[in-house]
């Protein structure tokens, strides 16, 4: 063959080959070409889709059978899982497996529950001050969704903790709006790794359990965009969430899912959201006006009273009321969010894949590690000495595992509940002890000792065990889960009643806590050691051990102030409580952004442990500190220096307090840097200040306002740091848009 004929044969197959991909590409489905923007792609789909397939899109299923309403979950949803939505097989887009959620691959309670691994609680990961332990957990329980088959995680919670009694407080990540968004914002984008979509939630202001269906939360524009929504803001940032979950409660007269000031104005129009949002389960009411205010799509039917996202949303579109442009809109959110993230392009596999729980509890074990915090230590009991001789072990199931949080976020151990006999067996419960025994883990660590358990139910035997013992490690549990808030903020069960017994017969008495949030502790001048352990997850035993021998040197720090007492708090009593069913009340956030330490500050209130607080088996310093603004951004260096024997991890916080102008509270964390540092050994560390964090929110204008004045940058250990260094620098007045981004240095 001549060689221009092979050119011309060889050109031909090179024509014939672009046009096979050209029309792969752009030809029967243009919107699987990956080389288009999420958005594109979106738009091609929806272009082809008919009125009924957009509207399986948009109407969710409880992916579990509901008993009390005699249904089935869909046949194609998987088994006790929290939701499922058809795709369009025509046009190649998937099915949508959905799964709680911010602790790992949760199941609906029934017999087959998915055996998966718990991360400690949401307020553990927090207490790490560490994003990247924050993201890591995020990935692994991500990997394990995609590993089940599923392509949505229904985690991302940020609610702030405005109510320290909030059943739900574990699942979340404190009352600071830069540390919940930041550490939130990481597991995000964590779990999106892995090619599946994460859901931030509840949009917004769902701060507490009791009512919350029924109660109606007031606060202003700025006040909320100054806390909760900050909070979620940031956490949109940093995770780039998929999906969105609307809350439960009314914001100023409204449902959450009909809320068009949340949805349409904060979320889609002011901060430029292109994802879904979802409802929460039970959390639709209407048809029209929640369609018009932006709600995308409804969840977990038959949750809610009426199927309003189904034939009644055929109808109103029909007929107008709902314009096929906002259908059509909804549809395109939720393949956005499809595109955006791979779930179209790499679909979850039909069957189970191998899942390396081995590894995955490593990672749980090191974020409870990370985030247990030592409270108390004056007489350095902790770390224990391995030459001890005879240990007490009291209380809280610690012969059987440790504690995990009640509700939808639950995650099935393997192995089983050790303590299946607990109750309420059905929902919120079971109450969960995951199989990881605190008393073996020590037995293990003492193989020359004695270590003898008690349950702790007789405080007299409890105390007698004590006085015999050289050294005593209690547990002390409270047990806290989604639908109810806590009575009090004291441990239940008469657990300061035993501690109390306990440590009159023993003051060599370490205190573990596991608790779902802050708790009083009138015994605490009687013991030696208390070290909060939170829900502490999957490997919880090993962790506490690991934590209490030195192992691992502690390195926590409150994410969350510990009141002295509910009558420091912004609302003594809880609204709502106890329960009346259906019925409507306010819940008057007069706090308004003093959120947490803010409300402490601004009242010259002291709390039994502060914001940020966290011991170590070692001591640091913090020195050197140096603020200034370069190019209109605040940052402020500093030296994180270890000046006792061991190494360890400090959290070196920053705050800002405004010397002439008046915020919401004296002062905020403007930022924060986890250092680990050798015995004698020194870090330098530098933060820049996000400028939301200086200013106030302009509501009229949605602008950020910094005023022109002196402002005290304070270098401190824990918000309320006797030792802590600080510096006056001068900030000009600033405008910012309603992201943060510079709009005009004014020099007057
Ligand atoms: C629950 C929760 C929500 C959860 C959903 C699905 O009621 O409020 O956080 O993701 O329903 O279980």
Redesign the pocket.
């Known amino acids: 063959m001549s060689f221009k004929k092979r050119i011309s044969l060889l050109s031909a197959a090179v024509a014939l080959c672009y046009g096979a991909v050209q029309a792969a590409e752009t030809g029967a489905q243009p919107w699987m070409n990956a080389r288009l923007d999420a958005g594109e792609r979106a738009g091609l789909a929806v272009a082809q889709m008919t009125l009924d397939e957009k509207l399986k899109l948009v109407y969710g299923y ?1 992916g579990a059978d509901m008993d009390n309403k005699k249904t089935k979950r869909p046949e194609e949803a998987y088994k006790q899982s ?2 499922f939505i058809y795709g369009v097989p025509r046009l190649g887009i998937p099915n949508l497996y ?1 799964t ?2 911010g602790l790992g691959v ?1 199941s ?1 309670a029934g017999p087959d529950a998915r055996a998966a691994t718990a991360l400690p609680s949401g307020l553990n990961t927090a207490a790490t001050w560490d994003v990247k332990t924050a993201y890591e957990g995020g990935a692994m329980i991500g990997a394990e969704a995609r590993g089940y088959g599923f392509n949505v995680v ?1 985690a991302g ?1 940020v609610n702030l903790m405005r109510e320290p009694r909030n059943g ?1 407080n574990f ?1 979340y990540a404190g009352e600071d709006p830069l540390l919940a968004g930041k550490i939130v914002g990481a597991q995000i984008k964590g779990i999106q790794s892995n090619r599946v979509v994460s ?1 931030l ?2 949009f917004a202001l ?1 701060d507490q359990e009791t009512g ?1 269906t029924t109660l109606n939360v007031k606060i202003g524009d700025q006040a909320a965009r100054m806390s909760d929504l900050l909070a979620l803001q940031i956490a949109r940032e940093e995770g780039n969430p998929g999906a969105v ?1 609307c ?2 409660n009314r914001l100023n007269g409204v449902h959450g899912c009909e809320s068009s000031y949340l949805l349409n104005e904060v979320l889609k129009k002011d901060w430029g959201f292109k994802g879904w949002v979802m409802s ?4 639709v009411h209407s048809t029209v006006p929640a369609a018009n205010a932006g709600l995308d799509q409804q ?2 039917m038959p ?1 809610d009273l009426a199927d309003y996202f189904g034939p009644p949303l055929k109808e109103a579109v029909l007929n107008g009321w709902v314009p096929q442009a906002r259908l059509d809109d909804m549809v395109r959110r939720i393949l956005h969010a499809m595109f955006e993230h791979g779930v179209v392009d790499h679909p979850v596999a039909p069957a189970v894949q191998s899942i390396d729980f081995k590894a995955n509890a490593a990672v749980s074990v090191k974020d409870a590690q990370q985030g247990m915090v030592l409270l108390k230590n004056d007489a350095k009991l902790l770390p224990l000495n391995k030459s001890v001789k005879r240990v007490a072990v009291i209380g809280g199931y610690a012969d059987r595992g440790v504690m995990a949080g009640g ?3 639950l995650v099935y151990p393997a192995g089983g509940n050790a303590a299946p006999e607990l109750t309420p067996k059905t929902w919120p419960g079971p109450v969960m002890i995951y199989p990881s025994s605190p008393l073996k883990a020590i037995q293990a660590r003492l193989p020359g000792a004695t270590v003898v358990y008690n349950d702790g139910k007789d405080a007299a035997a409890a105390a007698k065990l004590a006085r015999d013992s050289d050294v005593v490690v209690l547990f002390a549990t409270q047990w806290t889960g ?2 109810f808030d806590m009575p009090n903020l004291s441990l239940p069960d008469k657990q300061d009643e035993l501690i109390a017994a306990v440590a009159a017969a023993n003051a060599r008495t370490v205190v573990v806590l596991e608790t779902g949030g802050p708790v009083t502790m009138p015994w605490l001048p009687k013991v030696s050691s208390v070290l909060e352990a939170w829900y502490p997850g999957t490997g919880g035993g090993e962790a506490i051990a690991g934590v209490l021998f030195g192992e691992v040197n502690p390195s926590g720090h409150l994410p969350a102030t510990f009141p002295a007492a509910e009558s420091q708090l912004p609302r003594p009593a809880l609204d709502g409580f106890p329960e009346v069913a259906d019925r409507r009340f306010d819940v008057n956030y007069h706090e308004g952004a003093a959120v947490g330490y803010k409300w402490f500050d601004l009242k010259g209130l002291t709390p039994l442990f502060p914001f940020g607080h966290g011991l170590s088996y070692t001591d640091f310093a913090l020195s050197d500190l140096s603020a200034g603004v370069k190019d209109g951004v605040l940052s402020a260096s500093f030296t994180v220096k270890n000046v006792g024997k061991v190494a360890g991890k400090e959290v070196a916080q920053v705050y800002v307090a405004p010397v002439g102008a008046r915020w919401e509270a004296p002062k905020r964390l403007v930022g924060f840097h986890k250092a680990e540092v050798a015995p004698g050994g020194a870090v330098k560390a530098t933060i820049s200040v996000d400028p939301r964090l200086l200013a106030m929110y302009d509501s009229a204008s949605k602008t950020w306002r910094v005023a022109k004045g002196d402002y005290k940058v304070i270098l401190a250990a824990d918000a309320s740091d006797k030792r802590a260094v600080s510096q006056v620098i001068k900030l000009e007045a600033a405008v910012y848009d309603v992201h943060g981004k510079p709009l005009r240095t004014s020099k007057r």
Request: no cysteine; glycine share 18%; proline share 0%.
């Open positions: 409880l929290a939701g959905e709680d959620a949760a609906q229904l919670g739900r699942e859901t939630k509840h769902n919350r979950m809350s439960y929460d389960w039970g959390a969840s977990g949750f509700g939808s976020s989604e639908g």
